[in-house]
């Protein structure tokens, strides 16, 4: 069961969602499509629905390929994707936040 994070709370818990913050956390890593199906939570089917639309929009790019399996990663040379992971980010630092000042105001009492 996919369990409840910051930006799904923020955005919404959709397959192409889960497959976003999926690519956003790993963003310095390229995987296979088979591992970011698994790793997102996403079925093979409804990956393979929303992937075009991922490429098409250069959300994800080729980083290489080992025989006929392609490697993807997140495209950190397009600005809508940059946006995305600032919010994602912004999102995370400020969930961090919030939980560092509850613990401070439960040790000062």
Known sequence: MTEKTVFREFVGNYPGIRLLEFLIEGRFFDYTLTDIAEKSEVSWRT???????????????????????????????????????????????HNIDEKLEKKIEVVKR
């Open 47 to 93: 990956l393979h629905r929303i992937w075009p639309n991922f490429v098409k929009n250069k959300i994800v790019v080729v980083t290489r390929e080992i025989g006929r399996v392609k490697l993807y990663k997140l495209n950190m040379e397009n600005s809508a994707v940059m946006k995305l992971v600032e919010l994602f980010d912004n999102l995370l630092d």
